[in-house]
């Protein structure tokens, strides 16, 4: 019990470290919540601090989804509790608990986390996703298919043999990871029901 509830809030304290922020202020000392969407993930950083900022955030998020996963498989934790760290990280990014509780959306974490708990549906996902951005350029759409995707594509593909196939216990966890993901997309769902949703490429005035 103690090594499970260590692991579950090393994750969630990992999550938590909101790399968006610390970036954005190290470069600019401005919060990055103040600018654009006001979302501190990887895209808000592309659209008001550019791009190599953006994807130096975009890789330490993806980071912190898949430490923790990894961590609690090395010390030998059942696929419950490596899919309980996976869920702990993404809801620190979501609720960070160093920054006020005011997260981001959980997309890169949740990638991460994802693709080390279901390698062959995470990187589906992450081909999914690429498609739909694409055809859209909107990063929210794809990010809200991706997340549902995953556990059903996890579901899928180890009821064909493909991948190992989780156990309801595990698959509950991701569904619950993939809802966390899409409630904290409700804004952009107004925002493309109205019409005003921004597309991919196009950069926030500072």
């Known amino acids: 019990m103690t090594r499970a509830l260590g692991l579950l809030v090393g994750a969630y304290c990992l999550g938590s470290v909101s790399f968006s922020l610390v970036v954005v202020w190290v470069l600019r000392r401005v919060d990055v919540r103040t600018?654009?969407?006001g979302n501190p993930g990887a895209t808000n950083v592309l659209r008001t601090a550019g791009r190599w900022p953006a994807?130096?955030?975009?890789?330490?998020?993806?980071?912190?989804?898949?430490v923790p996963v990894q961590a609690a498989r090395r010390l030998g934790a059942p696929p419950e509790l490596v899919a309980g760290s996976a869920l702990?990280?993404?809801l620190g990014h979501v609720f960070p608990?160093?920054?006020?509780f005011r997260g981001g959306k959980g997309v890169a974490t949740g990638?991460?986390?994802?693709?080390?708990?279901?390698?062959?549906?995470?990187g589906a996902a992450l081909a999914l996703w690429i498609v739909v951005v694409?055809?859209?350029?909107?990063?929210?759409?794809?990010?809200?298919?991706?997340?549902?995707?995953v556990p059903a594509l996890a579901w899928g593909l180890g009821?064909?043999?493909?991948?190992?196939?989780?156990?309801?216990a595990v698959l509950a966890i991701a569904v619950a990871g993939a809802a966390t993901i899409l409630a904290r997309h409700r804004s952009n769902l107004r925002r493309?029901?109205?019409?005003?949703?921004?597309?991919?490429?196009?950069r926030e005035a500072a």
Do not use: N
């Open 35 to 37: 600018l654009g969407s």
């Open 55 to 66: 994807l130096l955030v975009l890789l330490l998020d993806v980071a912190k989804g898949i």
């Open 88 to 90: 702990a990280a993404i």
């Open 97 to 100: 608990l160093f920054f006020g």
């Open 111 to 122: 990638f991460g986390a994802f693709v080390a708990l279901f390698p062959l549906a995470g």
């Open 134 to 149: 694409a055809a859209t350029r909107y990063v929210s759409i794809a990010s809200m298919v991706a997340a549902v995707a």
């Open 159 to 168: 009821r064909f043999g493909v991948e190992p196939p989780p156990s309801p």
């Open 192 to 202: 493309l029901a109205a019409g005003s949703e921004r597309r991919l490429g196009r």
